[in-house]
């Protein structure tokens, strides 16, 4: 199985960020797949995930700028992070969690920066 | 502030061994919830290195392992390379915000 992540990479502050990540060479089904996110030369932030029945979970930190949702028959699913700001540039990957939250596949990550 | 507690740099020679240790607190890891290990080298996605406290996904040398007691875990890397420098990132859940916590991250430098 592998996960790639797509959207822009340059976001206005205020915007709404806009990511898919589309798995390849497995099922959708049965796993959460999550979003995690690393600021420029810091650690990892996890910011939530989905089921392939469509519901979610989202770091309490977030959730309230957090939309995360899945399409399974197209192999995809998508975050939408509202009300940006410089603060959220940082590398996105998604990645799938084969249980208990460890996540054993991991896309390549996309750098999204916040810039006017 | 990271949830979970790790030393923010570890080093050693080749071929010895160091330990990297994950502390977290009742709501996770002393809740008995599993910890998870990853290795990131640089410029590349993490790796799963350890999951469910001590077990290696396929491929993983046995040069790494885990162990977990109480609220705190443990990852050990015998035989240390010089390919093995990078960051290690523990991971747990964590009942009170709900969701995957990590800790700050340990960069290992291999002397």
């Known amino acids: 199985v592998q996960l790639q992540e797509s959207g822009p990479g340059l976001v206005k502050p205020s915007e709404t960020l806009s990511l898919t990540c589309t798995v390849s060479?497995?099922?959708?089904?049965?796993?959460?797949w999550n979003w995690i996110r690393q600021a420029p030369g810091k650690g990892l932030e996890w910011i939530g995930n989905?089921?392939?029945?469509?519901?979610?979970s989202r770091n309490p930190a977030l959730k309230s700028r957090v939309t995360i949702s899945v399409d399974t028959s197209k192999g995809r699913f998508s975050l939408r992070l509202t009300s940006i700001t410089s603060a959220d540039t940082a590398v996105y990957f998604c990645?799938?969690?084969?249980?208990?939250?460890?996540?054993?596949?991991w896309g390549h990550g996309t750098l999204v920066t916040v810039s006017s | 502030q990271s949830v979970l507690t790790q030393p923010p740099s570890v080093s050693g020679a080749p071929g010895q061994r160091v330990d990297i240790s994950c502390t977290g607190s009742?709501?996770?890891?002393?809740?008995?919830?599993?910890v998870h290990w990853y290795q990131q080298l640089p410029g590349t996605a993490p790796k799963l290195l350890i999951y469910?406290?001590?077990n290696r996904p396929s491929g993983v040398p046995a040069r790494f392992s885990g162990s977990k007691s109480g609220t705190s875990a443990t990852l050990a890397i015998t035989g240390l390379q010089a390919e093995d420098e990078g960051d290690y990132y523990c991971?747990?859940?964590?009942?009170?915000?709900?969701?995957?916590?990590f800790g700050g991250g340990t960069k290992l430098t291999v002397l």
């Open positions: 990645a799938r969690d084969r249980g208990a939250f460890a996540f054993d596949v």
């Open positions: 060479g497995d099922s959708m089904n049965n796993y959460y």
């Open positions: 989905v089921y392939d029945t469509g519901s979610s």
């Open positions: 009742s709501s996770n890891t002393g809740a008995g919830y599993d």
């Open positions: 469910d406290n001590k």
């Open positions: 991971q747990s859940y964590d009942s009170s915000l709900r969701g995957s916590v």
